[in-house]
């Protein structure tokens, strides 16, 4: 056999391995670090109708383990007032007069939001509750700790996909 026919077969060998069907390589690697992702609730922030015209704010919010027996919420506000000061937390229930049914977690877990000049802000409480697989949960924002009775933006979090 001559060198170039030599080489044409290497070559060839090679690609025909390269190119084996029946490699026992995995098509997808999972890693623990996926498995908090169906596991995270998801929420979109709005003002109440009743404010329309008024307060326009608007956000999202997510709840997902931290590890244990803790749980971790966060929040993600627009549009809202420069300089302002808003309390929030998570609750057990539905946006809605007559739907509440209590903070999840210790109340002092939830620093309150300081309004960027942009009007933005962001939260995170990390409370001692174990994070549900069902049930019905929302978190609100408050227009400020003087003014805690009435609600600037609340948001429905929605369970994870199974």
Known sequence: MSI????????????????NPFRGDPAVEVSA???SLNSRWHANLASPASLAGAVQMNGSASMAPSGGSSTTITLDLANASPGGLH???????????GMDDGVLGASQAYEPLKVD????ATGTATVSFQTPRTGSYFVVVLASVANS???????NLAPPTQ
Not at 4 to 19: D, I, M
């Open 117 to 120: 000049s942009d009007g933005r």
């Open 149 to 155: 009775e009435t609600i600037v933006a609340c948001g």
């Open 33 to 35: 670090q996926d498995a």
């Open 87 to 97: 309390p929030w937390a998570a609750h057990r229930g539905q946006c809605g007069a």
């Open 4 to 19: 170039p026919q030599f080489l044409t077969v290497t070559l060839s060998l090679l690609a025909a391995g390269a190119c």
